[in-house]
């Protein structure tokens, strides 16, 4: 049973920071691209930044430069460092693990992060 359980969001004002972490349970984190995602509320979900087991991490442009994601492979754990926050990063960020093999999806349940003006 893969499980990923999100924590780290809140309440922020604009210009601060927050760090997610995603600690994922069952045999998955080595075989799986890790990533994160968010959805403002009337929008589509949409990728902010994914992490390989190796290789480099992959960013929206709305966010590259300002949210480092970081994996700790020996502890199951992927991270999103939320740096310069705006208003419109406000969205519930999910946690997401893309299994390579065989191949399947899985999320978390999501953590709300709000950045007020």
């Known amino acids: 049973q893969v499980q990923l359980v999100e924590s780290g969001g809140g309440l922020v004002q604009a210009g601060g920071s927050l760090r997610l972490s995603c600690a994922a349970s069952?045999?998955?984190?080595?075989?799986?691209?890790m990533g994160w995602y968010r959805q403002a509320p009337g929008k589509q979900r949409e990728l902010v930044a994914t992490?390989?087991?190796?290789?480099?991490?992959n960013y929206a442009d709305s966010v590259k430069g300002r949210f480092p994601i970081a994996r700790d492979n020996a502890k199951n754990t992927v991270y999103l460092q939320l740096n310069s926050l705006k208003p419109e990063d406000t969205a519930v960020y999910y946690c997401?693990?893309?299994?390579?093999?065989?191949?399947?999806?899985?999320w978390g349940q999501g953590t709300q992060v709000t950045v007020s003006s």
């Open positions: 997401n693990a893309r299994r390579i093999f065989p191949p399947r999806v899985y």
């Open positions: 069952g045999s998955i984190f080595s075989n799986a691209v």
């Open positions: 992490i390989p087991t190796g290789g480099s991490a």
